[in-house]
């Protein structure tokens, strides 16, 4: 039988595929063999794989995670889904195994998510929206 409900402990995996060209561009996909479809420019020893675990959200944290990003503009409701995708990341990312330039661990907290290179912050936000149904 699915599980008709989230328990605590649950966790969504991603798997996020980034590797450089020659020119230093980054770029990111959700397999190796798909970024190295994609884009032939890729120096081969650049691409490395990372794993970014989050917390599977029930329904109502997902409902909860939303009302800070509804803003009131002249008597009028506006909801940012950049601001409410980044808002998911910093509150439901668990943990990961991304290192910095120097090799060290990074660790998981606002600011480096927030320091996350657009195109990886991406591929992890799109496969977690995915597995919760938030598209």
């Given at each position: 039988m699915p599980g008709l409900f989230v328990n605590e402990g649950?966790?969504?995996?991603?798997?996020v595929v980034v590797g450089e060209d020659r020119d230093g561009r980054v770029f990111a996909d959700l397999s190796k063999d798909s970024l190295k479809e994609s884009f032939d420019t890729l120096v081969e020893d650049s691409i490395k794989e990372?794993?970014?675990v989050f917390q599977r959200p029930s329904y109502g944290d997902l409902v909860e995670?939303?009302?800070p990003v509804i803003s009131q503009e002249e008597l009028r409701s506006r909801f940012d889904p950049e601001i409410a995708q980044l808002e998911r990341m910093v509150k439901f990312i668990k943990s990961w195994?991304?290192?910095?330039g120097?090799?060290?661990a990074v660790e998981v907290n606002g600011d480096s998510?927030?320091?996350l290179h657009p195109l990886v912050a991406r591929v992890a936000a799109i496969q977690f929206d995915a597995e919760v149904?938030?598209?």
């Open positions: 649950d966790e969504i995996r991603t798997t990372y794993c970014i995670n939303t009302s195994d991304l290192i910095d120097e090799g060290n998510i927030r320091k149904g938030v598209q």
